[in-house]
Each structure stands twice: as C-alpha cells, then as structure tokens.
C-alpha cells in the first residue's frame, strides 16, 4: 500500500494567515491526489482532486499543487470557518490511502 | 443537488452484523460508483472498499475483506454495507462517498455517516 504523510501535523494560525500544509507519498501517485476538509462531528467535505482542480463550490482561497511524491495545500487568507482538520489522499492505486491529518486550530 | 443519506445510528454486539445503508438523489445513480470510508474515534480516514452502481463490481480492502458485502439497490439509488463478526475494533463512523474515479477512489461528495458501536 502506498503510505501517505503529512506535515506538520497540527499548526496554530491567525485569522487572515497563509496557511501551507505538506503531503507526501510513499511513491509517486502522478496527480492523483484530494484534500478533504473535516471538522468536528461532521463528514469530510472534498476540496481539490487531481492535485490542484478545486471541487465545486469550494472557494479559490484553497489551492493545491505539486506531483509525483510531493503535493502542497494552501489556504491563502484563512477564515474562521477554515479551522479544521485537513487529510490528503492518493487515488493513484489500490488501495486508495489517506494522509494522518493537519489540524489547524487558531493561535 | 447531490445528496448522500445514510441510515441511523447501530449498537451491535460482538460477533453480530451490521448493514449501514447510503441513499443516493441529485444525480445518476448508475453512473457513479459508491466507496466506504470509516473513522475510529479520534483517528484517522480508512477506505473499506468500492462498488460499481452501474453493474455491481467490488473491491475490497484487505482488512475486512471475508467479512464485508457491499451491494446497490438501483430501484431505491441506494447502496448499502454489511460488516459480520462485528468486533470492537469496528467500532467507528461509517461514510459512504460517490466515487467519480471509475472505482479508483476519487470522492467528491460525502455522506453524513453512521455511527456503529460495538459493544457487550
């Protein structure tokens, strides 16, 4: 299985920071790689796939990119409602993987 | 919209069953696959498997494979999941999630999950 990690795994922000989390994979996965969105009590909410193209409805503050074994999630200017726990995941092959998680909670 | 509903929450014993159901509107069911996704309490995603809504092709992960059956009612547009020989290390929120990557496990919207307890 292809093993998934993320960094760092939580940070503190303030509101209106630049907010980058790391994701690698344990061998290259192409772009085939989601961010998902979590917070307390409630279901993962899907923010990008293939890397860097944002699901629908999710705000453009949200970005992503990189390939092969390293991929990036960026939150430019985080809100209140940005606090959350965030995992990225690899589609590339069976089975899908997901990272441990960043929690992002408010300095 | 595409909405996913999944059942209400289950306690169960150990070595009982469990069939959690995923009722799928807003979209073509049959076109989509259906993936289950569980969380343990204060841990991590774990994907469990994969069913086609089109002709009912599975993929199962390693760790409950023998034990799980994931099946699709395409007259109701909803797919369900069976967990046997309950254990308490199954005890977890469960998700079902539309997989737009043909089975490969690309998600993009979310059921609200069921929460399973496995308790004696």
Redesign the interface.
Known sequence: DIQMTQSPSSLSASVGDRVTITCRASQGISN?L?W?QQKPGK????LI?ATSSL??GVPSKFSGSGSGTDFTLTISSLQPEDFATY?C???NS????????TKVDIK | QVQLVQSGAEVKKPGASVKVSCKASGYTFSRYGV?W?RQAPGQ????MGWISAYNGNT?Y??KVQGRVTMTTDTSTNTAFLELRSLRSDDAAMY?C?RD??DG??????????TLVTVSS
Do not use: M
Request: net charge negative; hydrophobic share 30%.
């Open positions: 085939y989601a998902f279901a993962p909410k899907s796939y699901q629908s995992y995941q690899q589609y069976y089975p899908p993987t997901f990272g441990p998680g | 993936s996704v991590g995603l774990e994907w993929n992960a390693q998700y999630a737009f990557f490969g496990g690309g998600f993009d919207y979310w059921g609200q999950g």
